[in-house]
């Protein structure tokens, strides 16, 4: 059986990203936690990637929108800071997604924060020949990389 | 707790929030005029971070001084004598030697600072800073990267990064002083002693100045009291061009 909080978990989680609207927040990490108490009051706990995310807002409204639609009236969206994000949360599904939208993905790293791959992989053509042109891109969580394989300039998830 | 106790959180929390926005606001101030469209685009990105800092301090500084004011009346309705961040943020960009040398000063500091305030216990100052350190440590890459590449540059580049660093380094006195707020902070355990941030600070900025092939000038005239809301000449006209739509249009929003 799917338990309101189940269904209200897979609702809210299906909110896209405004900037990279391939990636769920669910994909990303940045929905913590959904409750539902008694009275019928939801409580969504959302995370910020960067603390200047210009997303959030967004992300936050329509949160508090698709839930509602859901057939939930009160519903209170959180904004939570500890523990901080970070890219490990992303799942291997958001990661693809990413990917196969033309960004590479930010690398997996063990517990001690040491990246588990050394090279970015350019997301067009896969060569592992690829530079950093500049740290900050379209987006506070993005490099800017150019692959000396086919010549294409794309973005990077920054490992944050 | 004590009143007075409360109120130095407060002014501390005050006085981190305000370093980060007049630093927002100033790097804003490079959108369209940085020398390159990565550079425009790596500033705005800088900034955009420290105004997020700056929001979720100001967040909690309404909790601490109870007075539950919103983030716009403290950065667009009060004046200059009521803001408290240090000297160094607000001096004007110059050329770009000028910002990259405020950038690598105040980033180190900042990131020495975001790492202590990681354990305070405060609990939501701790998670804020937790979040930021990392924002801050991209920051300082990206002004350590120009620091070397135009302190060991050519010679131009070089006098002109040198010049900055003169210009700049006696505002880096204020970021380690004490006072009453600072005291009753470090003794509770809120915020990091002023002397061991200096210390971390000192060690990691001498070591990129000396790859940088930079001289660290001499310790002498150190102006004070950004503070106490007394600011340099420019702040007050950073302020006026900053604050002109909430003055004019009462209770604006977007």
Redesign the interface.
Known sequence: MVTPATELRRVAGEVTDPEIPVLTIEDLGVLRDVRINGSGRVEVDITPTYSGCPALDVIRADVAQHVRDAGFADVVVNVVLSPAWTTDWMSDAGRRKLQEYGIAPPRPRDDGMRLLQVVVECPVCGSAHTNEIAHFGSTPCQALRRCSGCAEPFQHFKEH | MTAVAADAAAVYALRLADDCLVLSHRLAQWSSRAPTL??D??LT??A??????A??LYARTAELDGTGRSEDEYAFLRDERDFVNCLLVEQENGDFAVTVVRQLLFSAYQRETWRALGMSTD??L???A???V??VN?HL??AT?WTLRLGDGTGESHRRMQSALEELWPYTAELFETDAVTDDVVARRIAADPHEVRAAWDASVAQTLRAATLERPATGWAPTGGRQGLHTECFGYMLAEMQHLHRAHPGARW
Do not use: C
């Open positions: 990565e550079e685009v790596a990105n800088v955009l971070d420290l105004l997020g800092q929001r979720a609990a939501q701790a998670a804020i937790a979040r930021a990392k924002e991209y890459d990206h990267q």
